[in-house]
């Protein structure tokens, strides 16, 4: 059984999309393991002169490093990421970068029609960043819309064919992991181009 971590984009105290991901981790608790990590207590991103990395973000990081691929969960602010977010990936991308080369899923949930389907471009543009460099799922988007409608009193999902959707994408999830297994004959190059980025930025 893989182990996945189930990413909280937001800090927000009742976020449908930590509902989301809380689904996903009942939904799917026979076919896989999804542990939830929170994007919180962690500064705002600023370059230390120490050039040390906050232990939350280490602590993060050696999760990510133990799992075998991250679903990213994230809601849409001005068509874009929160800065909670945006935060996290600075600090998992500042001498440590446990999302190289890591399988990822994004999916979102928000009060509009769209879903976040603008903020999972922008997720998947940074995440794609040489800095970052994860391996996310192509041609995949999970848009929960009307979230105030979307879940029962229980958090599950309403629709079933939300939920069949969701069983899809988490199929393809599995196989894009294992295949992703087998992509390793750029590993050590990419592991040299982002340690040279890190050279620059610890100057």
């Known amino acids: 059984m893989r182990k996945y971590i189930g990413l909280v984009g937001t800090t927000t105290a009742k ?28 500064p705002m991103f600023n370059k230390p002169q120490d050039l040390k990395v906050p232990q939350r973000a280490v602590e993060i990081a050696k999760k990510i490093n133990s799992s075998d691929g991250v679903i990213i969960s994230t809601p849409e602010y001005d068509h874009a990421v929160p800065a909670v977010l945006m935060n996290a990936l600075e600090w998992l991308s500042y001498g440590i970068h446990p999302l190289l080369d890591k399988p990822v899923m994004i ?10 389907s603008r903020a999972q471009a922008h997720l998947r ?12 799922m192509p ?14 009193k229980d958090g ?35 592991r040299k181009a982002i340690q040279k980025l890190d050279k620059q930025d610890f100057k």
Not at 32 to 42: D, F, H, K, N, R
Request: proline content about 1%; hydrophobic content about 40%.
């Open 15 to 42: 976020s449908t999309n930590r509902q989301l991901l809380k689904f996903m981790k009942r939904h799917f608790e026979k076919q896989a393991t999804i542990e939830l990590i929170e994007v919180s207590g962690l």
């Open 107 to 116: 999916i979102g949930a928000s009060f509009g029609s769209l879903g976040t």
């Open 125 to 136: 543009q940074m995440l794609d960043s040489p800095e970052i460099g994860a391996r996310v």
């Open 139 to 152: 041609s995949s988007e999970y848009l929960v819309g009307h979230v105030l409608e979307a879940f029962d």
């Open 156 to 190: 599950n999902l309403c629709d079933q064919e939300k939920i069949d959707q969701l069983d899809a994408l988490f199929a393809d999830f599995e196989q894009f992991v294992k295949i992703s297994k087998e992509l390793w004959h750029t590993e050590k190059a990419d």
